[in-house]
């Protein structure tokens, strides 16, 4: 599954991002026939100058890049991106309206099921969805809750 976007309760919102900048910082970036490589390289220059300009209009209209957020500096060659972590995004921004192909998250906060639904379902493009929780409950109702 590739993550476009995140939606995260408020109540755990704190942890749940900080765990998951602590995992984008800790990923493995490098070439794909490199051991233990967990992310490559964007296809071509034109992606990576698409995702670099997405992020920079995400931080312009006053999203916070809490991990990443620029061109790898690691790499001379090649079209690396970092692993990034936004957060501060609206609703309406570019970042959580269109489809990144990046390794780039951006996070909002919800207070309940209906908004999360009400939001996940706010997108034109919808490749992918996933709900994490305890409750089997809460999946069943997402199943027949998301649009797309």
């Known amino acids: 599954n590739c993550a476009e976007r995140v939606y995260g309760q408020e109540s755990v919102a704190e942890k749940f991002t900080a765990l998951l900048v602590k995992k984008m910082q800790e990923t493995k970036v490098g070439l794909p026939t490199d051991e233990g490589v967990e992310m490559c390289g964007l296809v071509n220059k034109d992606q990576l100058e698409k995702v670099s300009g997405m992020v920079e209009r995400a931080v312009k209209a006053g999203a916070t890049v809490l991990c990443g ?20 995004v609206k609703q309406t921004d570019e970042i959580i309206q269109q489809e990144v192909f990046g390794p780039v998250l951006p996070i909002m906060t919800f207070k309940t099921f209906d908004e999360a639904m009400a939001l996940s379902n706010d997108c034109e ?19 027949t809750s998301f649009k797309f």
């Open 69 to 88: 957020g620029k061109k790898n500096a690691k790499f001379s060659a090649g079209y690396h991106f970092e692993p990034t972590v936004l957060t501060n």
């Open 125 to 143: 493009f919808g490749l992918a969805s996933s709900i994490f929780t305890t409750n089997a409950n809460t999946v069943a109702k997402a199943m």
